[in-house]
C-alpha cells in the first residue's frame, strides 16, 4: 500500500446486547489489514474482501485506536498542522461506539476517540510551556445529506441544551477554500 496522509481505517464493533440475545454472530472475518464479509456459517463470502491500512477487530479497544490511528494526528495538529478523524459508516456500524465510547456505567467501559483526542491535546498544551496555543474545534455531524453542528447550545431551563437548528451550508470562497457557513 503506497504512503499517504489519508488513512482508511475500520473497526468492527462488537454485538450489541440485542445481537447476542437473538443469537447473531459476526458477520465478518478479519486478516490483517484485509476484512471479508462471512455467511452465518462462517464462509466468506465470494468478492468481499477489501484491504485498508488497517482493520481492527470487534476486541480491539478505543485507547489501542486512538495510540495508532488518532494521537499522530493530535500530535500534528499540535505542530501546526490541520487534522481530521472522520467516522463514516451505516446506520448502528459503530461510528458512535467508536468515536464517544461508552457511558461509563459498565465494568470495562471503555472512553471514545474524542474524549482521548481532547485528552491528548490538553497534555500536549500543558507539556509545551514555551508556547501560547489557540484553539478551535468543530463537531459536526452529516446525516441524510444535511450538515448539524453538534456543538451548537442554547440555554433551556437555566441547563444548556441542544437546539434545533436550521442545517449549515458548504460554501466554496473566490479563493476555493471551502468551509461551513456558521459552523462553531
Same mark, same amino acid.
Given at each position: 500500500?503506497?504512503? *499517504?496522509?489519508?488513512?482508511? $481505517?475500520?473497526? $468492527?464493533?462488537?454485538?450489541?446486547?440485542?445481537?447476542?440475545?437473538?443469537?447473531?454472530?459476526?458477520?465478518?472475518?478479519?486478516?490483517?489489514?484485509?476484512?471479508?464479509?462471512?455467511? #452465518?456459517?462462517?464462509?466468506? +463470502?465470494?468478492?468481499?474482501?477489501?484491504?485498508?491500512?488497517?482493520?481492527?477487530?470487534?476486541?480491539?479497544? @478505543?485507547?489501542?485506536?486512538?495510540? !495508532?490511528?488518532?494521537?499522530?494526528?493530535? !500530535?500534528?495538529?499540535?505542530?501546526?498542522?490541520? /487534522?481530521?478523524?472522520?467516522?463514516?459508516?451505516?446506520? *448502528?456500524?459503530?461510528?458512535?461506539?467508536?468515536?464517544?465510547?461508552? !457511558?461509563?456505567?459498565?465494568?470495562?467501559? #471503555?472512553?471514545?476517540?474524542?474524549? +482521548?483526542?481532547?485528552?491528548?491535546?490538553? #497534555?500536549?498544551?500543558?507539556? *509545551?510551556?514555551?508556547?501560547?496555543? +489557540? +484553539?478551535?474545534?468543530?463537531?459536526?455531524?452529516?446525516?441524510?445529506?444535511?450538515?448539524? !453542528?453538534?456543538? *451548537?447550545?442554547?440555554?433551556?431551563? /437555566?441547563?444548556?441544551?441542544?437546539?434545533?437548528?436550521?442545517?449549515?451550508?458548504?460554501?466554496? @470562497?473566490?479563493?476555493?477554500?471551502?468551509?461551513?457557513?456558521?459552523?462553531?
Amino acid at each position: 500500500m503506497s504512503k *499517504s496522509n489519508i488513512k482508511v $481505517v475500520i473497526r $468492527v464493533r462488537p454485538l450489541n446486547s440485542r445481537e447476542i440475545n437473538a443469537g447473531c454472530g459476526q458477520s465478518w472475518e478479519i486478516e490483517k489489514d484485509t476484512i471479508t464479509q462471512v455467511n #452465518e456459517r462462517g464462509r466468506a +463470502l465470494v468478492g468481499t474482501a477489501a484491504k485498508f491500512a488497517h482493520v481492527y477487530d470487534q476486541a480491539s479497544r @478505543s485507547g489501542t485506536i486512538y495510540k !495508532d490511528v488518532a494521537m499522530p494526528i493530535i !500530535d500534528a495538529a499540535i505542530e501546526g498542522y490541520n /487534522g481530521t478523524i472522520f467516522a463514516y459508516g451505516q446506520t *448502528s456500524s459503530g461510528k458512535t461506539h467508536t468515536m464517544l465510547g461508552d !457511558d461509563g456505567s459498565n465494568a470495562g467501559a #471503555e472512553p471514545g476517540i474524542i474524549r +482521548l483526542a481532547v485528552q491528548g491535546i490538553f #497534555e500536549n498544551i500543558n507539556r *509545551s510551556q514555551d508556547r501560547e496555543f +489557540l +484553539l478551535r474545534i468543530s463537531y459536526l455531524e452529516i446525516y441524510n445529506e444535511n450538515i448539524n !453542528d453538534l456543538l *451548537s447550545a442554547a440555554v433551556v431551563d /437555566g441547563a444548556p441544551a441542544v437546539t434545533a437548528q436550521q442545517p449549515l451550508k458548504v460554501r466554496e @470562497s473566490t479563493s476555493g477554500e471551502i468551509s461551513v457557513e456558521g459552523l462553531n
